[in-house]
Nanobody
Framework: QVQLVESGGGSVQAGRLSCTTS????????MGWFRQVLGKEREGVAE???????TYVDTVKGRFTISKDNAKNTLYLQMNSLRPEDTAVYYC???????????????????WGQGTQVTVSS
């Protein structure tokens, strides 16, 4: 069983989210960040495959950076130039495969964290 624990949320203008992962398959997994606003669909923000190749949703390109430390089994999301529309609960997710044929698709991920609230004031 894989467990994901996010941290680093809060009321911020810039910051970094972290996701610590248990399990021995972390380095061979596709990892992603998703976010959800109450009443709306959960959307993909960024994902990184087992070789370190990253993909971003257009709305965060140039502002967010996804990265991972395989030695620490930890996934990161550096968020800069935050906007009020970035306010959401952010979730870490893992897919037990290196790649994803369906980019940033929440239905293809196997495990989820509990989420961390990020609030950006205007």
């Amino acid at each position: 069983q894989v467990q994901l624990v996010e941290s680093g949320g809060g009321s911020v203008q810039a910051g970094r989210l972290s996701c610590t992962t248990s399990g021995s398959t972390y380095s061979r997994s596709l990892m992603g960040w998703f976010r959800q606003v109450l009443g709306k669909e959960r959307e993909g923000v960024a994902e990184i495959d087992c070789h370190g190749s990253a993909t971003y949703v257009d709305t965060v390109k140039g502002r967010f950076t996804i990265s991972k430390d395989n030695a620490k089994n930890t996934l990161y999301l550096q968020m800069n130039s935050l906007r009020p529309e970035d306010t959401a609960v952010y979730y870490c997710a893992a897919r037990m495969a290196c790649y994803n044929d369906f980019v940033l698709n929440k239905y293809t991920y196997n495990y989820w964290g509990q989420g961390t609230q990020v609030t950006v004031s205007s």
